[in-house]
């Protein structure tokens, strides 16, 4: 239990959105990513179908080829722009190695995007689930993902999701 406590991340707020800290500090590389006209985001609220759409895209943009579609994790295909960690390259220094035309995948809400997308035209997919299941979903990934925040009870989660 004492292990469980102390990995999980208490979240931090940039522009009134909560987000975790260490997001917060790579925030400066993020808001100066450079998109490229023929990028193409994916962006959704967590939970809502973001890997799924992803392997979508990826397959699509690989023509249907099944084994071009496996060279890699889809963390790895479709990075995370605002993902950073330690010791693993942060979502923007992935993209800036990545080949065009990239796939993005974003959980940022459009207020945050990079201005990048907009000057370049970008072409955006947003996707959206049912709020009822997405907080489910959620909760349960809460209790499971021990980075994230200790969810409490579904109450007290369903609360802290409504207040956003």
Known sequence: MEQENRIREELGSLHG??????????WPQVKAFQARPDDLLISTYPKS?????????DMIYQDGDVEKC??????????????KAPNIPSGVEQLENTPSPRLIKTHLPVQ??????????CKIIYMARNPKDVVISY????QMAKIHPDPGTLAEFLETFLAG
């Open 17 to 26: 959105i909560p987000l975790f800290k260490i997001f917060i500090e790579g």
């Open 49 to 57: 179908g973001t890997t799924w759409l992803s392997e979508i895209m």
């Open 70 to 83: 496996r060279r890699d994790a889809i963390y790895n295909r479709v990075p995370f722009l605002e993902v």
């Open 112 to 121: 945050l995007l990079p201005q990048s997308f907009w000057e370049k035209d």
């Open 139 to 142: 909760y349960y990934f809460h």
